[in-house]
């Protein structure tokens, strides 16, 4: 089974031509940035149900609730569609234009996953401030809770924003990246990503078990039950999205020393001319680029032997490669033999 150039058939073949790799990018960020508000409304919604204080949500705030979060979900995916994928497609715009990208250029496609993210931090920023005020003009009880639920999903969003739209973008970093060797990781190195990683997949979650603690401690007039639903329903949460966050960070780690590993064994059966696509910003890349560099380096050495061995034959060849090149010269014994055939000239003529 021929090796995927870029981890995943999601992402098309190689020399897909510059349109059709801008329509799957587009559709493919489309339906992450529509997927993860989905996701992340339903978050608010089943943890707003389950984390309010006795005696839970009013009629009129569930109301207001059932027809401010799909309003809101429609709204974030139109102005996260024309903001966030209309801006990274224009900050790619030097790939349909189909020359190389200048250094500004190429770090900033680099970044566009960053900014996606960011863009999705400002539209959940958005949504907890509004939701904090219907709950402040609704039920000002459970202001607390719903502006604590809504930074709990708007964390969920961020983090499944940032890692599929890296994925979605490799393509594009590959191209970014071609013919380059960063001498230093481009998008932070591997152990800045796997701390971000962590404090997004375990640090918050597990900090949003210690505040509803902290609340239930502070407030006295929790029940148990209400309680141990409540860290019953966050470490749901926590688990599913720890087990999400954790296979995308795999993935992220693994898909570029898989093409790494693939390209060593062409390698090794004598297919010198072998060249992986370099879509990683990070220490990864570096590997990328520098197996690159190696497989160059044993295509040039294996056309010079072949070219020498041509000249001089292949055992001389293989004996000078072998040893050593020195300078001066050995005292030797030798007999010549002249021979000299009677009529060789007119022979020869």
Not at 189 to 199: A, I, K, S, Y
Not at 278 to 283: A, L, P, Q, R, S
Request: net charge positive; charged share 15%.
């Amino acid at each position: 089974m021929k090796p995927l150039p870029y981890g995943s058939g999601l992402l098309g073949p190689l020399d897909q031509n510059v349109t059709a790799l801008r329509r799957r990018v587009q559709r493919l960020l489309t339906a992450a940035l529509i997927a993860t508000n989905v996701i992340g409304a339903l978050v608010v919604v089943g943890l707003a149900a389950l984390l309010m204080p006795a005696p839970g949500m009013s009629g009129e705030l569930v109301r207001v609730t059932a027809i401010a979060v799909p309003v809101y979900v429609v709204s974030a995916v139109v102005v996260g569609t024309l903001w966030g994928t209309g801006g990274a497609l224009r900050t790619l715009r030097w790939a349909a234009e189909g020359r190389r990208p200048t250094d500004a250029e190429r770090t900033a496609s680099l970044r566009v996953p960053l900014r996606l993210t960011v863009v999705q931090a400002v539209l959940w920023g958005v949504a907890t401030l509004v939701f904090g005020g219907l709950a402040a003009l609704v039920q000002p009880s459970v202001v607390l809770t719903e502006l604590l639920v809504v930074a709990f999903a708007a964390v969920v969003v961020c983090a499944i924003a940032y890692l599929f739209g890296e994925f979605a973008l490799r393509p594009y970093a590959a191209l970014a990246l071609a013919g380059t060797t960063p001498p230093r990781p481009v998008t932070g190195g591997v152990n800045l990503r796997m701390l971000l990683f962590w404090c997004l997949g375990t640090g918050v979650p597990v900090a949003g078990l210690v505040v509803t603690a902290v609340l239930a401690w502070v407030r006295g007039d929790v029940s148990t039950t209400k309680l141990a639903v409540s860290v019953i329903a966050l470490g749901l949460v926590v688990l599913c999205f720890g087990l999400l966050v954790t296979v995308f960070t795999a993935r992220a780690v693994v898909n570029p020393i898989t093409s790494v590993q693939d390209a060593l064994g062409r390698v090794r059966a004598g297919d010198f001319a072998v060249e992986i696509p370099v879509y990683d910003g990070t220490e990864l890349g570096l590997l990328q680029a520098g197996f690159n560099g190696m497989a160059a380096g044993l295509a040039e050495r294996e056309r010079l032997r072949d070219l020498f061995g041509r000249h001089v034959g292949h055992e001389v060849a293989v004996e000078a490669m072998r040893t050593a090149t020195e300078l001066g010269g050995t005292v030797r014994t030798v007999s010549v033999l002249f021979v000299d055939l009677v009529g060789s000239t007119a022979l020869a003529a």
